[in-house]
């Protein structure tokens, strides 16, 4: 298996991470993330179920991509849906932050 991952490394077709969430886990990152180049925002519920540390996730996503993180407290997967008062606000000031750079 560490052979096939280095070769995928190697390939340069994306990055992997072991051990990401404390949980013995391995993680393949989407090809490309490392070279996003514009300004993003990971937003993630702190009760996402999906992982089992939601805040190490969207960490490791935005120091992938360069970018901020909001945790939602108190939401899910879906965060922009179950509390959209938390999300907007973020959203707008990271396209407020994008209007201002152009």
């Not at 560490?2 to 390939?11: D, H, M, P, W």
């Not at 070279?35 to 993003?40: A, M, N, R």
């Not at 190490?56 to 509390?83: C, K, N, R, S, W």
């Not at 606000?89 to 990271?94: D, N, R, Y």
């Amino acid at each position: 298996m560490i052979e096939s991952l280095t070769q995928y490394i190697n390939r340069g077709e994306g990055c992997v991470a072991y051990d990401v969430r404390g949980q013995g886990t391995l993680v393949v990152c989407p090809p490309g993330m490392g070279d996003v180049h514009v300004p993003t925002l990971v937003v993630m519920g702190t009760k996402d179920p999906d992982f089992p540390d939601p805040a190490a996730e969207a960490g490791f996503i935005a120091d992938a991509t360069g970018g901020q993180v909001l945790l939602v407290q108190g939401a899910g997967h879906y965060p922009h849906a179950e509390l959209p008062d938390d999300v907007v606000p973020g959203v707008l000031a990271l396209l407020g932050r994008t209007a201002a750079r152009a």
